[in-house]
């Protein structure tokens, strides 16, 4: 979309604490550039020069950029001031320290022009991203479907101008089920509560945007691939492993992280032999807590490589398993590789895990145990979310990939063989931990389109479980089958207690 053709939008920045200067050169690199930005700070005096951009200080900019100064209790009135004087279809504010992500002002423009259904959009709402200041993802806000209520709380607005100044009764309003804005964690709100008032009483009539795919990457193969490899007490399989990555063949240059998450066995040992067959080897010390996802985040904090791949401890990597990661991350922001069951766990193959390319329920994810991401979209995104444990991280780090507009794919040429837990109380516990993480999944993507199990289905699956206790005392396989369906009813049942929603 050029900007001919897309819906013009003004932006203005309230900027009670400082930020705007990253605020305004996340817009001005825009691949839909705003018609002008209005910075409104409370600063007295040496305000931020957003005008510059970030090509440096002599750089001209296309849009008009202008700084207002005002009192701290006249930045709410000023803002909605400078929305009404805007030169522009649409309005949206935002706070000093927003970023706006590369295609946010594209995304939002489409909605508007084009999400209306033949009517003009006059409330577009997208969602916001909110990252710690380590740079670790805090949580995000998804726009709720449009319900009359526009309680977006610290979400995104995007406001046809004339509505500030005319009451036209029912408008229609957009919902782009996307994160377009990354936040400050303890940022308050982005100031739009001051249009509040005007937009209140009016009914609305609710429409869904949903965006067109992303775009390819630019083709680029990886410089040098970090291989993170997170592990706690895993000496018994660790080495296999390291052995597996030693001999990948055709591959970009790469090096393995062992990011030890606390081991009290032989784990380091393990891993200190493996230098003789892997020279560029690092130990990554992740002890201070437990947690897959802490692990790699500080696997991604000492990887060397723009492209981190991602694997377990006790698999076994296919020995092109790199160079067809490598191939996928010319064109893809996030890559899932296949996982085979035969090798490690021949006697169940039954429980092998869907490809990536045959997931039906919501968007795809890539499996933590085979992935990699572009190391410059994990600092975007907010890397991996450590509030998932044992399970459901995977699922969170590439929904929300796609939803902040990048591009996943499957290869399922990037093997990795894949071991299944043996024991039934280990399988129990991790099937009970995938329910859980279910359940929180919803609580934060429903606004997404992720759904929940129609309510009949919920049915059948309790009655099955109570039919089949006597599976129990039949047959090993019967009994394992029972274990797996049982622990992750379960699991559902105590993630809908946990995060409040009924996920059952």
Request: net charge positive; glycine share 10%.
């Amino acid at each position: 979309m050029d900007d001919a053709s897309a819906a013009g939008i003004a932006v203005v920045v309230a900027d009670p604490d400082g930020g705007a200067e990253r605020t305004v050169r996340s817009l001005l690199a825009q691949t839909v550039r705003p018609v002008s930005v209005t910075v409104v700070t409370t600063a007295r005096s040496d305000a931020p020069r957003p005008g510059r951009g970030s090509g440096g200080p002599d750089t001209p900019v296309a849009p008009a950029v202008r700084t207002l100064r005002c009192a701290p209790e006249d930045l709410g009135p000023v803002c909605a001031d400078a929305a009404r004087d805007a030169r522009a279809p649409y309005v949206t504010v935002l706070r000093g320290g927003d970023e706006a992500l590369p295609r946010c002002l594209e995304h939002l423009s489409r909605a508007a022009r084009d999400g209306g259904g033949g009517a003009p959009a006059g409330l577009v709402l997208c969602g916001t991203l909110v990252l710690r200041d380590d740079g670790r993802v805090d949580g995000f806000t998804l726009p709720p479907p449009a319900d009359g209520s526009r309680d977006l709380g610290d979400g995104v607005r995007l406001v046809r101008r004339e509505l500030l100044d005319t009451d036209p009764g029912t408008v229609v309003e957009v919902t782009v089920p996307m994160l377009l804005v990354r936040r400050p964690a303890g940022s308050a709100g982005n100031r739009a509560a001051a249009l509040e008032p005007l937009l209140r009483t009016r009914a609305v009539r609710g429409r869904v945007y949903r965006p067109p795919p992303a775009a390819p990457r630019d083709g680029s193969v990886p410089r040098l691939v970090s291989v993170v490899v997170p592990v706690r007490d895993g000496a018994r399989t660790l080495a296999a492993q390291l052995t597996a990555l030693s001999r990948q063949t055709g591959a970009v240059p790469y090096e393995v992280l062992v990011v030890d998450n606390g081991s009290t066995d032989a784990t380091r040992e393990v891993a200190e032999r493996a230098r003789a067959a892997l020279p560029d080897l690092r130990i990554v010390d992740a002890s201070e807590r437990p947690g897959e996802s802490y692990a790699r985040n500080r696997g991604i904090a000492a990887a060397r490589g723009d492209f981190i791949a991602f694997c377990d401890a006790d698999d076994l990597a296919g020995t092109g398993w790199l160079a067809a990661m490598a191939e996928a991350a010319k064109e893809a922001d996030l890559v899932g590789g296949g996982l085979d069951t035969s090798v490690l766990s021949p006697a169940h193959t039954e429980e092998q895990p869907l490809p990536m390319d045959a997931q039906t329920d919501f968007l795809p994810f890539a499996r933590g145990a085979n992935c990699g991401v572009w190391k410059d979209v994990l600092t975007a995104v907010g890397h991996w979310d450590e509030r998932y444990r044992g399970g459901g991280e995977d699922m969170d780090l590439s929904w929300r990939v796609q939803l902040c507009g990048y591009r996943v794919r499957y290869a399922g040429d990037a093997t990795m063989h894949y071991r299944l837990r043996d024991e039934l109380t280990a399988l129990a516990r991790q099937k009970w931990n995938y329910g859980r993480s279910g359940a929180q999944l919803y609580a934060a993507y429903r606004h997404a389109g992720f759904r929940r199990r129609p309510g009949r289905v919920v049915a059948g699956n309790w009655c099955w479980l109570l039919l089949h206790v006597p599976d129990l005392l039949r047959s090993p396989a019967l009994r394992r089958r029972y274990v797996r369906y049982g622990a992750r009813l379960a699991g559902f049942l105590a993630g809908s207690v946990r995060w409040r929603v009924p996920y059952l």
